[in-house]
């Protein structure tokens, strides 16, 4: 076995550790990405030029999903939600700028913006809409993503043209122009998540 693949089965099994427990908090997913040496994660970066950060799953299972993140230079991803699943980000290489929105008004109004470095932990409530970019450190950032309940959708923001998005659970936070099949449904405005989530 290479050194990657050795380093990298450390994530691995704790995503598998977490995977196979029941009731899975959001304090439980905190613990598991704030252990060990965050070089075996780096070893599934995998960039995507053409969108905001490369997704890299790591385990989807009805209780976990995780994924690494690999952003990509000054592409902020759109503000979005996570359609009501938890989760906690942890920064494995670089810096990022992390901003919180609240929909008000048909407008996405900043409630506030932080600035988050490698080591760092971010807590996604089930409600929060945020957006995140590369904060132009040296190193890329790369980040690493747990949620309990599997991301089945997500409601997306395209502020450029005033246009709410509901799109599949495997898409990233952006609008997939070039994979439509990706888009379960679209409003004209900017409408808050619970105006526009999938029924159950």
């Known amino acids: 076995m290479n050194g990657a693949a050795t380093k990298a089965g450390g994530v691995l099994s704790r995503c598998h550790a977490l995977a196979a427990r029941t009731g899975l908090r959001t304090s439980d997913l905190a613990e598991a990405v704030a252990e060990g040496d965050p070089s075996d994660a780096l070893a599934f970066a995998t960039p995507d030029p053409s969108h905001p950060y490369g997704r890299r799953v790591l385990i989807q299972t009805p209780e976990l999903e995780g994924m690494i993140a690999t952003w990509t230079r000054a592409y902020?991803?759109?503000?979005?939600?996570?359609?009501?699943?938890?989760?906690?980000?942890?920064?494995?290489?670089?810096?990022?700028?992390?901003?919180?929105?609240?929909?008000?008004?048909?407008?996405?109004?900043?409630?506030?913006e932080e600035r988050n470095v490698a080591g760092d932990l971010l807590y996604c409530g089930a409600h929060l809409v945020h957006s995140m970019v590369d904060a132009g450190d040296p190193l890329p950032l790369v980040t690493l993503h747990l949620y309990h309940d599997p991301i089945t959708h997500m409601v997306v923001y395209d502020r450029a043209v005033?246009?709410?998005y509901v799109v599949q659970?495997?898409?990233?936070?952006?609008?997939?122009?070039?994979?439509?099949?990706?888009?379960?449904?679209?409003f004209d405005g900017l409408l808050p998540p619970d105006a526009v989530e999938p029924p159950c």
Do not use: F, K, N
């Open 76 to 112: 902020p991803c759109a503000p979005h939600d996570h359609g009501g699943s938890e989760g906690v980000v942890r920064v494995l290489q670089g810096a990022l700028i992390h901003r919180m929105w609240r929909v008000d008004g048909g407008r996405l109004v900043l409630v506030a």
């Open 162 to 164: 005033e246009r709410t």
């Open 169 to 186: 659970g495997t898409c990233g936070a952006w609008v997939p122009v070039s994979q439509p099949e990706l888009i379960q449904s679209a």
